[in-house]
């Protein structure tokens, strides 16, 4: 290896050392950044009904009268207020009246596209302001992309040899286990013969004792004692019979 290539190795060496640690303080830095600062959420509106009461009112009455609860509620509260005349029914309630009417019709009407268009412009600012953060981030990411690129080329023999390694330990694991398993096949071939020579001697020593043991039996009975023994069944058998 000539000088040059020599200084051009340690070089990258170096510089992949420091790129490490470099992007390893970026990291520590944007995480400690991140938990100690959270970037506010726009909240949206709870839901509502009829335009101005809100759901929990319904969801409490629900849990003790039931879905109609809210309505007959407010029906009969509305009939007790006119029919004791404490709220009357004066020009002002007709005017009321009316402006409500209005009031829904331009929320029906008008409601959804001011609300797109309000959206739409929140929208617009807030990408504005994401654009240049979001340039940013992916430029770095670029750089840090390429720098690991440059940091696989210098470290690329290093995997190779390892990978060779892993190579030659699967082709020994594997003739390892290819003999452990032909070691096991051929035990067990034995241990099988054992055992089944085993038995043999065993069923062939019970079959000739209980044979012995039958004809010293049979050999030790006299004509005498056979003829009381078949006797003393028959006298059985008349007793069983008369009971």
């Known amino acids: ?15 992949a050392t420091s790129t490490t640690a470099t992007k390893t303080q970026v990291a520590k ?17 709870g839901k509502v009904r009829l335009g101005f009461v809100p ?14 609860g809210p ?3 407010a029906f009969t509260l509305s009939t007790y207020l006119v029919s004791k005349e404490i709220y009357v029914l004066e020009h002002e309630y007709y005017t009321g009246l009316s402006l409500i009417v209005m009031w829904v ?14 959206d739409k412009e929140i929208d617009d600012y807030e990408k504005e302001w994401n654009e240049s953060r ?10 840090i992309k390429d720098e690991e690129k440059a940091q696989w080329s210098v470290e690329g023999q290093n995997i190779l040899v390892q990978a060779k390694r892993e190579n030659v330990a699967l082709q020994l694991e594997a003739s390892y286990r290819e003999r452990v398993i032909q070691v096991f096949s051929e035990v067990k071939k034995r241990l099988d013969f054992q055992v089944e020579k085993t038995n043999i001697e065993r069923r062939v020593a019970q079959r000739n004792l209980v044979d012995y043991v039958v004809a010293k039996v049979m050999a030790s009975i006299t004509p005498d004692q056979e003829k009381q023994n078949i006797n003393k069944c028959i006298g059985d058998l008349s007793l069983l019979a008369k009971a």
């Open 134 to 143: 979001e340039e940013e981030k992916k430029n770095l990411s670029e750089s």
């Open 105 to 118: 019709y331009g929320i029906k009407t008008l409601g959804p596209k001011l609300a797109a268009a309000l």
């Open 71 to 73: 309505y007959t509620f």
């Open 29 to 45: 830095t944007d995480e400690k950044s991140e938990v100690g600062f959270q970037r506010p959420v726009r909240q949206e509106p």
């Open 1 to 15: 290896m000539s000088g040059q290539s020599a200084k051009s190795l340690v070089a990258s060496c170096l510089r």
């Open 55 to 68: 759901e929990e009112w319904f969801q409490f009455f629900y849990k003790k009268t039931g879905v109609t």
